[in-house]
């Protein structure tokens, strides 16, 4: 398994052909089994959103998109005489978090995925 361009790819040999578990990867957008900025530091404490199955059958993976996000812009003092802006999604208290959904693929060549729903006690909470 990896991840390129902010979609999943698996792979079940070296020799073999990798297949594309996602397509909604967005560079800084939409984000397929690796954290935003707002989960990496806050959230996961980790740029990992993707977790094996115990018998390695199965992935599950966060989807975190970042679309209504809004964007603050860091200055980067490196590379260069003055510093460039790198653009960060990262809401402020009050603004609108990334929205998060969780999918379980099977990896058994049957790229069967589903997306699992929050119980009913936590969606409720935070409509």
Do not use: C
Not at 17 to 42: C, H, K, M, P
Not at 80 to 106: C, D, F, W
């Amino acid at each position: 398994m990896y991840i390129f361009e902010n979609n999943i790819y698996y792979q079940t040999h070296t020799q073999s052909s990798s297949w594309r578990l996602t397509s909604s990867g967005q560079d800084g957008v939409v984000f397929n089994g690796i954290a935003d900025w707002l989960y990496e530091e806050e959230v996961l404490n980790s740029q990992v959103a993707h977790w094996w199955s115990p018998d390695g059958s199965r992935l599950a993976y966060l989807t975190i998109n970042d679309s209504l996000v809004p964007a603050m812009l860091l200055p980067r003092f490196t590379g260069s005489l003055y510093p460039r802006g790198t653009e960060y999604r990262y809401p402020k208290m009050g603004q609108i978090n990334p929205s998060v959904r969780l999918h379980v693929a099977s990896l058994d060549g049957s790229s069967f995925t589903t997306q699992l729903r929050p119980p009913d006690s936590l969606e409720t909470r935070f409509e």
